[in-house]
T-cell receptor, first 113, second 106 residues
Framework: NAGVTQTPKFQVLKTGQSMTLQCAQDMNHEYMSWYRQDPGMGLRLIHY???????DQGEVPNGYNVSRSTTEDFPLRLLSAAPSQTSVYFC????????????FGPGTRLTVL | GENVEQHPSTLSVQEGDSAVIKCTYS??????FPWYKQELGKGPQLIIDIRSNVGEKKDQRIAVTLNKTAKHFSLHITETQPEDSAVYFCADKYIFGTGTRLKVLA
């Protein structure tokens, strides 16, 4: 199993550009989520999904969109990038809920100029 | 809103000594507290977790204790080794603490 994979590893955007961060898992997990990690602030939940076709907002959803058309994939879209979205983004998955073991991907480092 | 406070932010110990990291939470209804280890350039990895129906859980050199009355929980690492050097995060479900950078000095 590859586990949780994320692409790209690094990305530089200009303010106002849009892009999609990709996340995929091959463990047949129902629960998937996106976090951002900023220095000194730990990880903060952006969006999560409890299964295909179901998504919900986390702590810091503004400026981000998600969809879950398949069990395996959970892309995160930045519609109009802002410098405040410069961060490291992690995708995670688990069997069913947030209280099951979370498996994190390797992260995407995003810089918005 | 819910929050998790974590202390200390940095911790240096000699190899073979013990390390303790403490967290407090605000939601008295919380019932799941995971601990993650994050190595440089990698995603967090779950190392141990505890649920509110138990007071302590051990896994080899790692243990976690939970005091529901005081709303705090702690990570204990015994016989520390250089490979234990990393950033450790506590969490109340999906609410993360700010992390502790542990350095184990050889």
């Amino acid at each position: 199993n590859a586990g949780v994979t994320q692409t790209p590893k690094f990305q530089v955007l200009k303010t106002g550009q849009s892009m999609t961060l990709q996340c995929a898992q091959d463990m047949n997990h129902e629960y998937m989520s996106w976090y951002r990690q900023d220095p000194g602030m730990g990880l903060r939940l952006i969006h999560y999904s409890v299964g295909a076709g179901i998504t919900d907002q986390g702590e810091v959803p503004n400026g981000y969109n998600v969809s879950r058309s398949t069990t395996e994939d959970f892309p995160l879209r930045l519609l109009s990038a802002a410098p405040s979205q410069t961060s490291v983004y992690f995708c995670a998955s688990s069997w069913g809920t947030i209280t099951d073991t979370q498996y994190f991907g390797p992260g995407t480092r995003l810089t918005v100029l | 809103g819910e929050n998790v406070e974590q202390h200390p932010s940095t911790l240096s110990v000699q190899e073979g000594d013990s390390a303790v990291i403490k967290c407090t939470y605000s939601d008295s209804a919380s019932n799941y507290f995971p601990w993650y280890k994050q190595e440089l350039g990698k995603g967090p990895q779950l190392i141990i977790d505890i649920r509110s129906n138990v007071g302590e859980k051990k896994d080899q050199r790692i243990a976690v204790t939970l005091n529901k009355t005081a709303k705090h929980f702690s990570l204990h690492i015994t016989e520390t080794q250089p490979e234990d050097s990393a950033v450790y995060f506590c969490a109340d479900k999906y609410i993360f603490g700010t992390g502790t950078r542990l350095k184990v000095l050889a």
